[in-house]
């Protein structure tokens, strides 16, 4: 019952990611909305969403992991509900803001709760593994489902659905989870500045790649919101190594189980954005393929990511859960690899390096949260699974603003017209290929940190063995 709550949690989440896109052009004709009030309507809702995960998963640390879950659940229902009388763009902007918040409240505590759940780690890793192969369902069917339900209802349904997933999840979650016991909770004050500090940075950080894809690299707002994001990420480690009780302890992110999987979370994140961008314009823009046809070109990806699930256990009980994460870690920069230096030969190498990268993700992602969460206090787990979830959001972001980047810096003139020249269709070429090449030296780098801190955790436990 408590994974059947938790689940639905994570299905929302992923639906939003992937059900109101189609949408967009509806929406903007019935509301005649504009096309920046058209990227708010997305880009508000990963903002916040983003923004305020951290801060929320400290609260829910220091007030309950299960209350500040159930306040999100009520919160995301009225706000899909708001969806109704929804008249203007604006107001669907707001809308989309209040869906951020709760979904800031909601999501971190789904992977905590279920770490909690169990005492031994295969059932972590199958209980994670499960909330996470409920949410790819979601994410795979989600433009399906959308355009089935464009067809016979109003664009308001797609968000009038999570109300009843939401109330599937309180039932499941006040029915299946124990309410939170005292003891097990986080008792220092918050550090309001810190939280202040953490959701401007990641605000900016978000703000940034969209900034970048549609200015390029020479335009002077792009720079100046990436620069105000180191400036703002510099005052927060600043912030956090002087208070007294900081929003985040950066000593036991520093901890080898920690810092590893978070190194290897964010290759995977950065590379699966990354090259889904760059195929989805490759396959459209260059090839000619109908949009239909990207969608199934893409394939690859959905399968391995829903195929492998029931093999994570397995690939954890058989090598050990260091050596599973840095194994799907390594598969997501052989994909890169892959794509950066034979797209030109044809769909097959796509398919493979999609392949690659969406089995790394696979492994990687639910390894590397499990290998997280092992190493933080029992009174840390919802702030670190928040630092889980922001980290793979931010990752998206700067996974895409490095590919976009390259290719306006690479391609003269407009990318999205038809009719290139010779020189166009070389450049574009260049520009996917480089942009795969400097995704792997990346997610490379990554991966080379993180197999490092773990190796400093098999050497800790080898010289406790003794």
């Not at 994670?128 to 399906?144: D, E, K, N």
């Not at 949009?291 to 959905?302: D, N």
């Not at 998206?396 to 010779?422: E, K, R």
């Amino acid at each position: 019952m408590a994974l059947a709550g938790l689940s639905a949690v994570f299905l929302v989440e992923m639906l939003d990611n992937s059900i109101l896109n189609l949408a967009l052009p509806t929406i903007g004709r019935e509301l005649q909305a504009s096309t920046i009030a058209l990227q708010w309507v997305t880009s508000s809702y990963a903002v916040v969403f983003g923004g305020l995960m951290l801060t929320f998963g400290a609260l829910a640390d220091r007030f309950g992991r299960r209350r500040m879950m159930l306040i999100g659940l009520v919160l995301l229902g009225a706000a899909s509900m708001a969806t109704a009388v929804v008249t203007t763009a604006e107001q669907l902007i707001v809308v989309r803001m209040l869906m951020g918040v709760a979904a800031a409240m909601t999501t971190p505590g789904s992977m905590a709760l279920a770490f909690r759940l169990f005492e031994e780690e295969s059932l972590r890793v199958r209980a994670i593994t499960l909330i996470s192969t409920v949410g790819l369902v979601g994410l795979a069917l989600g433009p399906v489902l959308g355009g089935l339900v464009l067809t016979v209802a109003p664009w308001q349904m797609l968000l009038l659905v999570n109300a009843p997933i939401a109330l599937l999840a309180i039932i499941g979650i006040r029915g299946g989870i124990a309410a939170d016991d005292p003891a097990e909770l986080h008792h220092d004050p918050l550090d309001m500045l810190g939280a202040l500090l953490a959701t401007t940075t990641i605000a900016l950080a978000l703000l940034a790649p969209t900034v970048f894809v549609e200015g390029g690299s020479g335009a002077w707002k792009s720079w100046a919101i990436a620069a105000s994001a180191v400036i703002m990420a510099g005052l927060f480690v600043i912030r956090e190594r002087s208070a007294e009780h900081p929003l985040l302890d950066l000593g036991v992110i520093a901890r080898p189980s920690v810092a590893s999987g978070l190194a290897f979370k964010t290759a995977a994140g950065l590379a699966t954005a990354g090259l889904s961008y760059l195929v989805t314009l490759q396959l459209q823009l260059a090839w000619g393929w109908s949009p239909t046809q990207a969608a199934l070109g893409m394939l690859p990806q959905v399968v391995v990511l829903l195929a492998l699930g029931p093999f994570v256990n397995r690939l954890v009980q058989r090598v050990g859960i260091s050596r599973a994460a840095w194994m799907g870690a390594v598969a997501v920069v052989a994909g890169l690899a892959v794509y950066g230096l034979l797209n030109g030969f044809g769909y097959v190498w796509i398919a493979i390096a999609l392949a690659l990268v969406a089995g790394g993700l696979r492994v990687a992602g639910v390894v590397s949260a499990v290998s997280v969460l092992n190493g933080l206090p029992d009174d840390r787990t919802s702030i670190g699974a928040a630092l889980i979830d922001t980290t793979t959001e931010v990752a998206n972001g700067v996974g895409i603003a490095l590919a976009g980047t390259v290719l306006a810096a690479l391609f003269s003139g407009s990318i999205a017209t038809s009719g290139w020249s010779a020189q166009q269709a070389e450049q574009f070429e260049s520009g996917v290929s480089v942009g795969g090449l400097l995704l792997t030296v990346v997610a490379g780098a990554l991966v080379g940190f993180g197999f490092v801190r773990s190796r400093a955790l098999s050497s800790a436990a080898a010289r406790a063995s003794l």
